[in-house]
């Protein structure tokens, strides 16, 4: 099944001290060309956040206003491409693999999502794919997406989760380099 890739990389990285974690480099490879190279399979790639230099050709967009939050980007992002399900990932998963995109996607069935969760069995949502029709209908339903939390936006879809997997982990610390 065609998919297009939303891929959040707009944060503050607040717990990095202000460092921008879509750059960090892990063997080689920053955190979001690592994340750029898993869904190398999209038809379409949107990148919510700064522009920056990228080991593939994406398109670029930035939450309205900027500062909105995750919900935000994702509205803004919802806005690029056509394919019927979108991966949404957030820029700090440097485990994931195109194989784990591919589970994400033909995972689907008859859900509006399929997701990872990490290695502690937490769902996370910005490791998920969504059908178009029901993430979008989500987000009008929601209104201004402004600050409001993606398990919010999300609460009321059918969603359906991967046994825990180190694809699901993400990088939200120092210390989560070392595993």
């Known amino acids: 099944m ?4 939303l891929v959040l990389a707009g944060g503050g990285s607040t717990r990095f001290g202000g460092v921008d974690k879509a750059m960090l480099v ?3 490879i920053t955190l979001l060309d690592r994340v750029l190279t898993a869904t190398a399979d999209a038809v379409s790639t949107v990148v919510v956040g700064p522009v920056r230099t990228t080991c593939r050709p994406v398109a670029w967009t930035v939450e309205d206003p900027p500062s909105g939050g995750p919900v935000a980007g994702i509205a803004a992002g919802l806005s690029h491409g056509t394919a019927p399900v979108v991966v949404l990932l ?14 994400l996607v033909d995972g689907l069935a008859d859900h509006d999502g399929h997701g990872l969760r ?3 069995g937490r769902e996370q949502q910005l490791a998920t794919a969504y059908r178009r029709t029901a993430l979008t209908e989500a987000i009008t339903q929601l ?9 919010r936006l999300v609460a009321q879809l059918d969603l359906a989760w991967t046994d ?11 210390s989560d380099f070392d595993d």
């Open 118 to 120: 990490d290695t502690d």
């Open 143 to 151: 209104g201004d997406p402004r600050d409001k939390s993606v398990r």
């Open 2 to 5: 065609e998919f297009d890739a």
């Open 164 to 174: 825990p997997t180190h694809a699901g982990d993400d990088v939200d610390t120092w």
């Open 26 to 28: 892990l063997e080689g």
């Open 90 to 103: 957030s820029c700090d998963l440097p485990w994931l693999t195109k194989e784990d995109v591919a589970q």
